[in-house]
């Protein structure tokens, strides 16, 4: 490398000596001061040798440069020309794209670093000094793209898949792809610039024949629709933004289908619905043919058109070397004769067809017209009313195929030639099998319609059904609007689902760099994205993940054209996502995704959601903020806290739980359930999901950051449940508390009217004479009538409660005898000693019931304790009996 850039240096200072003769004034020079390829090469040879002896003449490295080192003046020496050198290398590698940052390195690792970026320095020079010398010696190393553009003779492509079989000839036929190797872009000859932003499609109309609704202003505004920003160098954010400024007043118009209203009120006549005379098709030779290339000739056609009841319309189309496509061509047939119209030529002055197109009174008949619609929007600004479409036909009808091969096959009896299927219809002046090609695809066409008509009239019994949907499915097709390809930042998510290849961080990474970096690209240059990079060499890339620039070379076969021109800066792509941490794929997949299932455990029985046999170490230490979304939950905030701690038991559980909104499970055994299980199996029935019209249908990617962004319907409705469910909170908190007052005041009620009936019962008993104190007056007194005190204050106080109540009180509900038979009972014969033998023999036997009981009654006042003493045994207790084994049925209180 030094020998290198000194062999620079010394070219610029021969340059005089090179120029001085006089007889190669008149010889080009190959480059200034050299007059051929073989003076460069003797003066940089000696410019070599030069360097190496120079070189060669410097102290030796150990201790001879030690010692000239120890001097100031050799050190400084040294240290100015290294960084000259330094200087001159990264110049060189800047020139050939490779990373030059020499001096900025670490001090530690500088010098292993810097030896690996003059390794691959080098590298990427000598190859690319092999691929000049190779062009040089008339030896092309590059790979052909698939489709290149241009002419040149057919050539037979000998492959298996592409055989032929033919059942009269013994040889079998091949396809073959007819390509020339330099066509001139007809992109640089469009008047109007192609729009590969990427911003939506705006529709190209701004004159609208045989119109219903009149075009909005939107369109026939010019001025408006030249703000286009079509600069591919304005970054995406400032086109969005500049895009949303132009569309804010026009949206509704802008994106609409201009001939939305007229094809919504289009009514069938009679005619198309009756039965029609199948007019033979005339042979193609006996047929005018005319190829359409100048104006003149547009608007003479256009004319013709607007005078006929049916055409027949189909399409060439290009998308190999243009991002959004080109339509190359358009066939055009009549009963009479055919046309074909030079697309690329005629591309801004198309739109004049669409007095034709648009006209309900004619009927164009399309083959399979989902794609022809669109191209023709996108292009042309051309739209069509009264489409007839023989491919719906076709599947009316069940026919074994439904392709435009197996209809010419079927009614017209004539094979298709798709020899020229894949040739390159860019191809000015088109070669007479093109041309004949292209004739046949139309030349047929309104005789299938007229037969595909007449089969559905009579497959149906003569009615219209069935005719009727086939123009109902084919007014659907018109009413397609063609839409641009958008990139977002989660477009790549797609292409990679649909290669069902499961990625690391570091892979996935690459892949979305590489799709970036793709789709940008195909957008400058107007190529399309398998031209610039196929996805199963992205695929290839991503997965391998080259450390070197050759690597990406080797992953592709063959070398995209701009695969090698950019081959460092995706080399840097790759080496940027090999700096990402290193993450399992599941765990990639499930940060990316928010609603995914687990890997299932390798056991015989399992739960498609338990996570108990998954260890500790499968699953990534995340932060607080990067915390995946919970298995099968739409938000992971609060859950948590209910779920039980799986990690920690070890045994099989025989269900595992799987969301909130698990449907209650009807148990048969309801009486065995604890009152907490059943409280919570009712809440669980009653129970309505809020989120079953927002949950995602299938594989849906919920972003992260959506539940915390104010502006997401996501926030939104996490929020509106979270205020609910506080909401259900608060109420419940005030019912509870509620019902606890309520129930403070009935028991504060109920307990002022015992006490207020205790009050009365104490009152009532103050004047009652008891039996001891009647016996002693009988004795005293003799038979002195007593009163009936207990009756009359039986009669004023009032009806104590059922607690309250004793087996003494019972007696005095019952209506007293008239005072006249009353005769008062001598208690002087009586035995007085049966209380006192009663009362010593329940003392001499424990009993722990009754002590108690006893020692609750010290409770009470002593006037009520006397009451519940003598109310507690019964007036016919005999004393002769004995306790010893007899349950006593004591009083409750």
Known sequence: MASSSKSNDSTNSGLKDNNSDPNDEDKPELCPGFKDVDAFVKHGFGAVLSATKASASLPQAGDEFDFYRSFPGFQEFCESQGDKLLHFMSQIMQVHGCRSHLRDRNKLT?????????????????????????????????????????FQPPKIVVSSWNRKGSGSGSRSEMFRLLHAKNVA????????????????????????????????????????????????????????????????????????????????????????????????????????????????DLVALNEKLCKLSEFAVDLEHHSYRSFLGITSLMQISTREEDFIIDTLELRSELYILNEAFTDPAIVKVFHGADSDIEWLQRDFGLYVVRLFDTHQASRALNLARHSLDHL?????????????????????????????????????LLYIYDCVRAQLLDFNHGQPGLLQSVWNKSKDISLKKYMKPIYTEESYLEVQRKQKRSFNTQQLTAFRLLFAWRDKLARQEDESTGYVLPTHMMIKISEELPKEPQGIIACCNPVPPLVRQQVNALHLLVQQAREMPLLKAEIAAQKNRGLTPIKKPEVTLFGPHDTSRVSESDHHPFSADEMPVKQGMLFSEDEHNMDVDVQKTSVLMAEAKITLFEEPRILKDEDSLPVAQMKARRIIESFENPFRMYLPSSDVHVNKNAKFDPSSKIFEISKRWKLQSIEQQQKELEAKKKAKEEAKQLAKKVA?????????????????????????????????????????????????????????????????PP??????????????????????????????????????????????KSNLGAGGRSMSYMAGKSDRGFRHNWPKR
């Open 110 to 150: 500088g010098l292993e670093e810097r030896f690996d970026l003059i390794v691959d320095s080098n590298d990427v020079i000598l190859e690319r000094v092999g691929i000049l010398l190779d062009e040089a010696d008339g030896v092309n190393r590059s790979q052909q793209p698939v489709m290149p553009a241009g």
């Open 185 to 296: 872009r007809p992109q640089l000859k469009f008047k109007e610039k192609v729009d590969n932003s990427n911003t939506p499609f705006i529709p190209k109309i701004f004159i609208k024949p045989n119109a219903v609704k009149p075009l909005p202003s939107y369109f026939t505004n010019k001025q408006i629709r030249k703000e286009r920003p079509e600069d591919l160098d304005v970054p995406a954010a400032l086109a969005d933004l500049i895009h949303q400024q132009r569309t804010q007043e026009h949206v509704e118009d802008m994106f609409a289908h201009p001939y939305q209203y007229e094809l919504d009120h289009l009514l069938l006549p009679e005619s198309l619905l009756s039965k029609p005379e199948v007019q033979m098709y005339r042979p193609m030779d006996e047929s005018n043919f005319s190829f359409i290339d100048t104006l003149e």
């Open 408 to 444: 010419l096959t079927h009614f017209c009896n004539v094979g298709s030639d798709k020899r020229y299927q894949l040739a390159d219809w860019r191809i000015r002046p088109l070669p007479d099998e093109m041309v004949q090609y292209a004739r046949t695809d139309t030349h047929y």
């Open 752 to 816: 002022d009217e015992r006490n207020k009936a205790k009050q009365s019962y104490k009152e009532s008993l103050q004047n009652v004479a008891t039996v001891r104190q009647q016996a002693a007056e009988s004795a005293k007194g003799g038979a002195k009538k007593r009163e009936r005190v207990p009756s009359e204050v039986g009669e004023s106080t009032p009806k104590p409660s059922k607690k309250l109540m004793t087996p003494a009180e019972k007696p005095q509900k019952t209506e007293p």
């Open 819 to 864: 005072e006249e038979s009353f005769k008062p009972f001598d208690y002087s014969q009586s035995d007085l000693k049966v209380f006192a033998g009663n009362k010593s023999k329940d003392n001499t036997q424990f009993d722990p019931n009754r002590q108690a009981h006893d020692f609750k009654k010290k409770k009470f006042g002593r006037g009520q």
